[in-house]
């Protein structure tokens, strides 16, 4: 299959689907690799970059009617739409469950579309880990920033001073983001409790976590009991594929201290704080209740060279395995592409992006 690399054109989103040295590890053994001209300029990768992988650069529309693998970062979005095409594949982050146009769209126009987030291997998300490490750390980083005063913040520096408080960070799912999160939290020394319904990933974390991190199982019990000491909120919940749950209620705002913040790193699933939108790098915060809410939907972007280099690296040996053996993999019964698998032939292929949005669901195969 002949691999498109279009420019990512969602606002404030400079990440690129590859590196160039990556982009020469499938030039090198015979595939066609087509990117749209300064695709890679926002995570510092110049055009003469790829071309030396070997890379043909090209235009947009060149890209899409030449191609039948698209690889990109973020989904479509509208402007995009009429560019894809029935014979095109699409592999990528999707995010249906929150995005119930796409959905009906990609069905619509009988794309093949796997998603980044879905897709298993041994019992891990290994595309969806480098972001969420990435969307974890940033997510203390950014809580501890809006804290300040001047955004309305209770004005308590996350990393204390002698004599004064430590910060309180309650971060909610202990996946991968939310210990990425509380490694950081711990590493400027707040008190740091993660919480989680996951019993053997909570034996893991307190046997790996400092002494400054305690975990708790998750109820809306407990976590409202912590709530009124709780400065910072982080909230990395993830149902692979499905809306995020909706942990802490508009009425639970009512128990936090005013100037609070809340970090919703589950936003492109839908967010699990109930007064959660989305917002954009440019005007990241809005407050509710006294209490502020960070939700940028693409965080990572902010990071675009490590986030680049990150994802390319974990997507590149399923890229090379799509490109060589095309649709054919999820004939011969390959597990890791079907559980990537969201649309196809028209279909819903993601029972969790079903549910969300009551559109009947029918398995591949």
Do not use: W
Request: aromatic share 8%; hydrophobic share 40%; glycine share 8%.
């Amino acid at each position: 299959m002949l691999i498109g690399i279009p420019k990512e054109i969602k606002k404030e989103e400079f990440r690129v689907a590859m590196t160039p040295a990556n982009v020469k590890e499938l030039t090198s053994r015979g595939t066609e690799v087509y990117v749209e001209y300064s695709a890679g300029m926002g995570s510092g990768f110049s055009d003469q970059d790829y071309a030396k992988a070997g890379a043909i650069l090209t235009d947009v529309d060149t890209l899409f009617n030449t191609v039948q693998l698209i690889i990109k970062v973020k989904e479509p979005i509208a402007q995009e739409y009429h560019r894809f095409k029935t014979h095109h594949t699409l592999f990528t982050y999707l995010h249906l469950a929150a995005d119930k146009a796409l959905t009906t769209f990609l069905m619509d126009q009988n794309i093949t579309a796997f998603s980044y987030e879905t897709l298993v291997d041994h019992n891990k998300l290994p595309l969806l880990e480098p972001m969420s490490e990435i969307a974890g750390k940033m997510a203390m980083l950014n809580g501890a920033f809006y804290l300040g005063r001047y955004f309305n913040g209770i004005g308590k520096l996350a990393a204390g001073a002698v004599g004064t408080p430590k910060t309180n960070v309650l971060v909610l799912g202990g996946g991968v983001a939310g210990k990425a999160a509380a490694d950081v939290a711990s590493g400027l020394g707040a008190y740091v409790t993660i919480m989680d319904i996951n019993l053997s990933r909570l034996h893991y974390l307190d046997d790996v976590m400092p002494p400054n991190v305690q975990t708790l199982y998750s109820t809306k019990a407990s976590i409202e009991a912590l709530l009124p000491s709780i400065d910072i909120v982080i909230g990395t919940v993830l149902i692979p594929g499905e809306k995020a749950p909706k942990l802490i209620t508009k009425e639970m705002l009512g128990l936090m201290q005013k100037g609070a913040v809340l970090v919703d790193v589950s936003i492109d699933q839908g967010g699990c704080f109930e007064t959660s939108k989305a917002t954009t790098h440019a005007d990241p915060i809005y407050e509710v209740d006294g209490i502020i809410h960070y939700c940028v939907a693409n965080m990572p972007g902010n990071y675009p060279q490590s986030s680049t280099i990150a994802l390319s690296n974990a997507t590149l040996p399923y890229i090379k395995q799509i490109s060589k053996e095309g649709l054919t993999l999820l004939k011969n019964g390959d597990n890791r592409f079907i559980t990537a698998l969201n649309t196809f032939a028209g279909q819903l292929t993601n029972q969790a992006v079903a549910k969300a949005h009551h559109i009947e669901y029918t398995p591949y195969g």
